[in-house]
C-alpha cells in the first residue's frame, strides 16, 4: 500500500577474540518471489545482521525491543547499547520492490565480551571479511593498489563532464588516501558508500538488478558483476556494519568504551590487542601503556596472569570508581566557583 511504513530494528553486536574483531550473524530468510525465480541472478546474500519488525505493543521503547531481538537471536546478553542511526534509504529492502512496505530500520550498536553463540543459526564472523581495505595492522592492504585504486580510476574517468571528474577525484582522494592525502580510519562508512556508488561492491550490482527486475523507472541491469570487495551482506547489512565501526573508532579516541569488550581483569597486551582490533592500525607498545597508566584509565590488580611459560604478565582492571571520583570533584570544583 502507498505510503505504509514499516520499523524495524537492526543491531550490530561486537565482541573481540584475541585480535579478531567479530560481529553476529543471522542468515537472510528473503526469496525471490516465485515468478521470478527463474530470472538469472545471483543466489541472494545469506550474511544479515539480526534484526525484527518492531513490536510496539509488546515493546515501551525501542532499545527495549533491540534486546530482546538481538539477545533473543544470538543468545547472548547484551553490555553497552547505543542507537547509530535510522536507515530509510529507499529500496533498502528487496521487499519494497515486490511489494512490500517502506522500511525503516533503528540501528543500534553493541558490545559485549567474546562468547559462544547459543541463537538458533547466529554466528560470529570476522569484521573485516566485510571490509578487508580498513585492517591495517599488518601492512597497508594490497588490494588498495591492486583493486581499488585502478578501479576508480576507471570510475573518474566515466565522469560525464570535467567537473564532475574533479569532485569524484577529490572524494576517493580523501576517503581511500590517494595521493598526497593521508589515511584517515575513521572515514569506513565514506569509503563504502563511496565503493557503492562507484559500482564497485556486489551489492551494488544486485541492488540494480532488482530495480530493473521489478520494472523500477530508469533501472537498467548492470552488465559485469564487480570483482568481490569483502563479504557481501543481505539488503544493507554493510552500510550499517560500516556506520558501527566508524563510530567505535572514533568514540576509541574519547571513551572508555573499549572495557566493555574485556573481562574484568585483563593484562595491558590484551586491551591493546583490543584497541588495535577495533581501530585497524599498530601501537607502539610502550607508548600504549605508558598513556594507560598514566592517565588513570586501568589499575593492577596485584595479581598475575597464570600461564605456563614465559615471564607472568600483571592483570589489571578498568579504574571506573578513580574517574568517577576525579570527574565528581571536578564537578563539585566547578560548582563551588
Given at each position: ?58 515493546f515501551r521503547t525501542l532499545q527495549d525491543g533491540v534486546r530482546a531481538v538481538a539477545e533473543g537471536l544470538s543468545g547472548l546478553a547484551l553490555r553497552y547499547v547505543e542507537q547509530l542511526y535510522t536507515f530509510g534509504d529507499r529500496h533498502r529492502d528487496p521487499h519494497e520492490l515486490f511489494g512490500g512496505p517502506r522500511a ?152 572508555p568504551i573499549v572495557f566493555e569488550l574485556l573481562p574484568p581483569t585483563f593484562t595491558l597486551h590484551q586491551l591493546q590487542q583490543v584497541v588495535e582490533a577495533l581501530s585497524g592500525t599498530r601501537l607502539h607498545k610502550q607508548n600504549f601503556r605508558r598513556l594507560m597508566l598514566a592517565g588513570g584509565l586501568v589499575e593492577p ?37
Amino acid at each position: 500500500m502507498d505510503g505504509e511504513l514499516r520499523l524495524g530494528l537492526t543491531v550490530v553486536i561486537v565482541a573481540v577474540a584475541g585480535a579478531t574483531p567479530r560481529v553476529v550473524e543471522v542468515r537472510s530468510a528473503f526469496e525471490l518471489p516465485e515468478r521470478f525465480r527463474d530470472a538469472a541472478l545471483p543466489p541472494p546474500h545469506r550474511d544479515a545482521l539480526p534484526g525484527a519488525p518492531f513490536d510496539a505493543a509488546r515493546f515501551r521503547t525501542l532499545q527495549d525491543g533491540v534486546r530482546a531481538v538481538a539477545e533473543g537471536l544470538s543468545g547472548l546478553a547484551l553490555r553497552y547499547v547505543e542507537q547509530l542511526y535510522t536507515f530509510g534509504d529507499r529500496h533498502r529492502d528487496p521487499h519494497e520492490l515486490f511489494g512490500g512496505p517502506r522500511a525503516l530500520a533503528v540501528g543500534y550498536l553493541a558490545l559485549v565480551r567474546d562468547a559462544p553463540l547459543a541463537g538458533d543459526g547466529a554466528q560470529w564472523r570476522d569484521l573485516y571479511d566485510h571490509f578487508p581495505w580498513e585492517d591495517w595492522r599488518d601492512e597497508r592492504p594490497a588490494l588498495l593498489d591492486t583493486v581499488i585504486r585502478p578501479a576508480l580510476a576507471r570510475w573518474i574517468d566515466a565522469a560525464a563532464d570535467a567537473a564532475a571528474r574533479a569532485r569524484r577525484t577529490e572524494r576517493a582522494r580523501l576517503a581511500f588516501g590517494l595521493d598526497d592525502a593521508p589515511w584517515d580510519g575513521e572515514r569506513v562508512l565514506q569509503r563504502y558508500e563511496l565503493l557503492y556508488e562507484a559500482g564497485l561492491v556486489v551489492e551494488a550490482h544486485r541492488d540494480r538488478q532488482l530495480e530493473a527486475l521489478a520494472g523500477v523507472p530508469g533501472a537498467a541491469a548492470p552488465r559485469d558483476l564487480p570483482r568481490a570487495l569483502g563479504r557481501p551482506m543481505a539488503r544493507d547489512g554493510r552500510r550499517v556494519l560500516a556506520t558501527a565501526l566508524e563510530r567505535l573508532r572514533g568514540k576509541l579516541k574519547y571513551r572508555p568504551i573499549v572495557f566493555e569488550l574485556l573481562p574484568p581483569t585483563f593484562t595491558l597486551h590484551q586491551l591493546q590487542q583490543v584497541v588495535e582490533a577495533l581501530s585497524g592500525t599498530r601501537l607502539h607498545k610502550q607508548n600504549f601503556r605508558r598513556l594507560m597508566l598514566a592517565g588513570g584509565l586501568v589499575e593492577p590488580t596485584g595479581t598475575f596472569e597464570s600461564q605456563t611459560g614465559g615471564r607472568p604478565a600483571e592483570l589489571h582492571r578498568y579504574a571506573r570508581q578513580a574517574i568517577l571520583e576525579r570527574t565528581s570533584t571536578r564537578a563539585d570544583a566547578a560548582g563551588d566557583r
